[in-house]
């Protein structure tokens, strides 16, 4: 059985740093499953349909073979996207479309087929959909205004524009979407540790979730 570290959580709680750092001294593969959902909304947007044609954004998705690879890197039909994912457009398609149970469908396989040989796997519902019976199951959230804050620090070393609300406004309403929609909500799975990382470092959590993995 090939070894699965699924990390849950909202957005800019610190998955993706937690679980590169984890992927790294346990020597898995990382994957950044929004990335493939970025990905999808990044040819939908491209493609110019109407993302609100819940049918028609899935018949075209469904075409679509999307490969994220170790360190982030991310294709469509073998094209490199890897540069698109973070618009805010995308940002803000990627929670619309995941709503859709056949955007899902497709993604689940995939996610499966690129974790085949093990992973720390980092989303919304890998350790409630995707890898049930993954090894161990990290739940990783923070307060709103520090996972805010987070991001907003993040969009500025990227020089990206933004001011603090409107990002914390926005990771607030994906949230809440995420956590609302009918297919593959966003929670913690029943068997999940919990983390609370709002007055942690990253070390600190990096240490407690390798305490939890040497425990198993
Ligand atoms: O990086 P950030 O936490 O802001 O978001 P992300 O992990 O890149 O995910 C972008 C969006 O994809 C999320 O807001 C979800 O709507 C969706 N997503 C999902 O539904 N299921 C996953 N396993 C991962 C992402």
């Known amino acids: 059985m090939p070894l699965i570290i699924a990390i849950d959580g909202p957005a800019a709680a610190g998955k993706s740093s937690v679980a590169r750092a984890l992927a790294k001294k346990l020597n898995l593969l990382y994957l950044d499953s929004g990335s493939l959902y970025r990905a999808m909304a990044w040819k939908v947007l491209q493609k110019g349909i109407d ?18 690879q170790h360190g982030g890197q991310v294709f469509v039909n073998q094209e490199d996207i ?14 619309l479309i995941s709503t859709y149970a056949g955007v899902r469908q497709k993604l689940l396989k995939i996610q499966r087929t690129l974790a085949q040989a093990g992973a720390v796997m980092e989303g919304r519902d890998i350790g409630t959909v995707v890898f049930p019976d993954a090894n161990i ?36 309403k994906r949230d809440d979407s995420d956590k609302e929609r009918a297919v ?20 600190e959590v990096i240490d407690q979730m390798l305490q939890q993995i040497n425990n198993r």
């Open 137 to 172: 199951k990290f739940y990783l959230s923070a307060d709103l205004a520090v996972r805010g804050e987070r991001r907003y620090q993040e969009m500025l070393a990227k020089g990206i524009a933004c001011d603090l609300k409107t990002v914390t406004d926005e990771i607030n």
């Open 51 to 68: 993302p609100s044609y819940q049918s028609e954004v899935e018949n075209f998705c469904h075409d679509l073979n999307v490969i994220a």
């Open 82 to 95: 890897t540069h698109f994912l973070r618009l805010t457009d995308v940002t803000r398609l990627s929670s």
């Open 184 to 203: 593959a909500p966003l929670k913690p799975a029943p068997n999940a540790v919990i983390i609370d990382s709002t007055a942690l470092s990253l070390d």
